[in-house]
Structure formats: C-alpha cells, structure tokens
C-alpha cells in the first residue's frame, strides 16, 4: 500500500480515522499543522483522527541497475556525464558573465573620459566667459587703445593681429593693477635701504666643506633630464620640471615625493612656486602655461591651462606680489597674467627678434623684467608701459638664463660663452666667467636670496662669492657633475645656502650641502 501523497511505500504508516486513507506520518502532519484538513478529501482534520499502523520492517528491493558490476558502471557513468553537463553549463554562465563585466566596466571607463572631456571645455568654456566679461567695460575705442600691447618700440598692436578669438584680445594693465605694482615697488625699495644679511646664512667656510648628501630619482628613466627647479624657502620643498613632460613636487627634508603633476604634451621648460595658497606655474615646450592649486591631501590639480603663445614657451618668472606672473616664449613675446583668474592682461611683441626669448626674470622690486633671447641679447624692459628701456649685448649664443641680485644692482646673465655680470645702476658689463669651453654653454645661473653667493651650472657647478663691481669674484666650490652627462642644467640655493639643489640631464635630483656630522658641528 502507497500513501496518498507521496505515491510511495511509508516507513510510518497511519490511517485517518474519517477517510480510511493511508498516509506518510510526518507528511499528514505536516499538512495537518498547515492547513488543518484532508489533503484528499477536503474535511476537517486533527491529529488525533490519525492512527498509527503497524507493519514489518520494509526492506526496498535494490534495484535493477546495481544488481550486477555493469550495471553499476553504467549508472556511475551515467552520474559523471550529468555532473559534466553541469559543470560545462556553469563554466558557460561564468564565461558569459566575464563578458558582461568586462563590458559594464568599458562602458564605465568611456564614461568616465566623456565625464573629464566634459568637464574640461566646461572650464574652458568658464574662462572664456570670464575674458570675455573682463573686457566688456574695455570695449570703448579710447580703452582699447589705451590698454593695448605693444611692440618693442613701444607701438601697439592691433587686435586683428593677435589671431582669431577672444583668447587673444588682451585688456591691458589697468591703473589698479599698476598701483598695486608700484606700491610693492615703494615698500621692497625702502626695505632693500635697511636690508642686513641674515645671521643664519652659511659661511663660506662651511659652503668650503659642500659634498653631494643625496641623490633622488624622480622622473622616468626613459626620458630622463631635469630643466628647470624652484625652491619654497618657507616650507623647504623642491619642484622640478623634467624632459618626461611631468613636474615633481618634491620634500627635501624627508626625502619624499610629495606629488607628480602631469598634463603637458612635451618638456617642462620652466616651473616656479608662487609665496601663497599652494600654487605651483609650469611652462612647456606644448606652447601652454599651466597653474596648479595644491590641495591639503598633496594633490595637485590644473586650476588654469594657458594657450597664449604660439611656439615654445622657455621661462616663467613670479612678481614680488604673488599675484601676477611672466611667461617668455620663442614668439617672441611675453605675456603678462593674472594669477587668480588665469587672464593674460597684456603680450608684448619684440619686433626686432627672430628667434624669441629663452629665459626670464623681475628684478626684486618688481617694475623691471629682464629677458634673455635666442640671439645672445638681454634687455631690460618697463613694466608698466611695457617699453624696453636697455639692452645687453655681449654674449654668444642663447642667453640661457638670467638673475638679479636681492642688493637690486647686480644681474647675472649665462649663455655659451660663460656668465657675465651687469651693473643696472651704469648698464654696462663689469664681469665676465668663461668657466667653460666654447662648445660647453652655462645652462643656468643664479643668486642666493641674500645676494651673497653666485652658483653657475654647465659642465660642473660652481659657486662664487658675490662682492662688489671693484672687488674680485671668488670661486669658492667646484663640484662635479655627477650625472655623467656633463650637463647641469639648474641649480638653486636652499633657504639660507644650507643645501644646494641641482638638476641634470639624468633623473636624479641632487642635493649638496654639509655632511651629517659636519651639519650638528655648526648647529
């Protein structure tokens, strides 16, 4: 006899009282609990109208397939080829779920690109609209002309020759603008009169005892070279602008890289700190100025990407102020910005070169800028009426790089035939260092922030003592480049000469200063 529900023998057996049917126990009571009636005829049913029924032990008859040797092969076989089946059709829904992932995630990533495309001519299109509401109020002609760049002979230019677009239309320098440059002038000048030379600055004894304390790879091996470096005196951190089209923000006093600023198409010609807010400029050989905005994570992002120039652009210098710099660029022209809003408020043409400037500096009053050229010329020009007011001659080949002295007197210039040095009160050369042979140029040059040290770079470094226009410039070290390429292409004094910091044309970041023991000596 089966049960009525299952179809099969029972191992318990009961019978319902009302029905007469016969029923698994643990089924008829589970449906019992249930639903509280018969499950065949529909009456009402408790537990207690189900009784028990004895029978003997039931022994199932074993069955067919496993009475005999082959028979159990064949059904073991037949097991394995249902777990085959399955486990194929569980390797196809995995692959097929591979797929879809793959998918989902590449829809995600073009999503993410059309998100930063989107982003990106959003903030162009900002900067646009922010130009173009600048120079509503300048739209009147005798704005216009009064606000105009100008040539090198102090003629200017007319809009129609600045190229199609409102990148190109400049407002000009506006009176507030040359006030607040003016009124830094007034203050820096006066304290210059009162200027002592810090207590802390390294004697020239210890600068005796410099040796190369370390060395940091910071950019990629498969274009290496360092061209351009900055110091931030306050917070002691260096950057550096390298062949491999990134910058490095670098910790000099841990030893850490701190951030990687990527988003030039070409070399970084030139980096420069600006004294507020975590700014960071770099200039490229792409032809753009980029601003960078740190935040308080160490990462850096572009608040600004600058597309005035037409060909590569080679220095940036910052004004006293930190609120507006200067580009210089193979053009031919230099472009004067404000920092805060990315605007270029004036570019000034040189129609008497051909081959553009190669590097850039204000003087540390801020009302002159001094611009080296491709044809081996300085000159000197007035901020405010961006007219030039001297010119240097001399110097072979490109004038690579240019610095004034903090006294205000002094501007070093370097190029292929060494460094020569300017008195701006006389404007005329009354030194010139020829550390080098004619095929080995002077790469960079500069005064410490005291204005009493001179560091040259080309195929080693040198540092010279700065002194006077009557009295001799001594070198006081010579270190090697240990680069191996012969080509130091930067240098920089740390805050007080403690370190010197150098740039070749390999990776590394190099610093020289005082051996560990030699430094608690002096402390």
């Not at 690109?113 to 982003?119: C, F, G, M, Q």
């Not at 992002?301 to 120039?309: E, G, I, M, S, V």
């Amino acid at each position: 006899m089966n049960c009525s529900i299952s179809g099969e023998v029972p191992e318990e057996p009961v019978v319902s009282k009302k029905s007469g049917l016969l029923f698994e126990k643990r089924l008829i009571e589970r449906h019992i609990s249930e639903y509280g009636k018969c499950p065949v005829t529909g009456e009402a049913l408790t537990a207690d109208d189900i009784v028990p029924v004895k029978t003997g032990k039931i022994v199932r008859p074993r069955p067919v397939q496993a009475a005999s040797i082959p028979g159990m092969l064949g059904m073991f076989q037949n097991e394995w080829d249902s777990l085959m089946l399955s486990n194929f059709a569980m390797e196809k829904q995995l692959h097929t779920a591979r797929q879809e992932l793959s998918h989902a995630l590449y829809q995600h990533d073009a999503a993410c690109r059309v998100i930063a495309r989107l982003k990106k001519e959003r903030d162009e299109a900002r900067s646009l609209l922010a130009q173009a509401d600048r120079q509503i109020p300048m739209s009147t002609p005798a704005a216009v002309v009064g606000n105009a760049p100008v040539h090198s002979n102090g003629t200017q230019v007319a809009n129609d020759n600045l190229g199609p677009g409102v990148r190109n239309m400049h407002p000009g320098i506006s009176p507030s603008v040359l006030a607040e440059l003016t009124d830094c002038n007034t203050a820096l000048s006066q304290q210059r009169k009162k200027r002592q030379i810090s207590s802390t600055l390294a004697p020239i004894d210890a600068l005796e005892r410099y040796t190369q304390i370390s060395s940091h790879p910071l950019h990629k091996t498969s274009k290496p070279g360092i061209l351009s470096i900055d110091i931030h005196h306050e917070r002691d951190i260096i950057a550096t602008g390298g062949v491999d089209t990134n910058a490095v923000i670098f910790d000099q006093p841990s030893g850490q890289i701190l951030s990687t600023l990527g988003g030039h198409s070409k070399k970084v010609t030139s980096i420069k700190f600006v004294g507020r807010d975590n700014l960071v400029i770099t200039g490229s050989a792409d032809k753009t100025v980029r601003i960078w905005q740190g935040s308080d994570d160490g990462d850096y992002h572009c608040n600004h990407t600058l597309k005035d120039h037409t060909a590569e652009v080679q220095a940036v210098t910052v004004h006293a102020t930190n609120n507006y710099f200067v580009t210089a660029s193979l053009d031919s022209t230099w472009c004067f910005y404000d920092i805060t809003s990315g605007l270029c408020l004036t570019q000034v043409e040189d129609t008497s070169a051909s081959q553009g400037y190669t590097s850039v500096a204000f003087h540390p009053d801020g009302l002159i800028l001094g611009a080296g050229t491709s044809e081996a010329v300085v000159k000197i020009w007035d901020v405010k009426s961006q007219t030039r007011v001297a010119k240097f001659d001399g110097h072979v080949g490109a004038v690579t790089s240019i610095s004034f002295s903090e006294n205000g007197y002094f501007l070093a210039t370097a190029a292929s035939d060494g460094v020569k040095l300017w008195d701006l009160r006389k404007l005329k050369n009354f030194r010139t260092f020829t550390p080098y042979g004619p095929d080995t140029p002077t790469n960079s040059v500069e005064f410490d922030f005291s204005g009493s040290y001179l560091a040259a770079a080309g195929s080693d470094i040198r540092v010279i003592q700065a002194t006077s226009v009557k009295q001799e410039w001594n070198t006081i070290k010579t270190f090697p480049d240990m680069s191996g390429t012969d080509k130091a292409t930067s240098v920089k004094f740390g805050p007080d000469a403690k370190y010197i910091a150098v740039g070749s044309m390999d990776r590394n970041l190099r610093i020289f200063g005082l051996p560990g023991k030699d430094v608690e000596m002096e402390s």
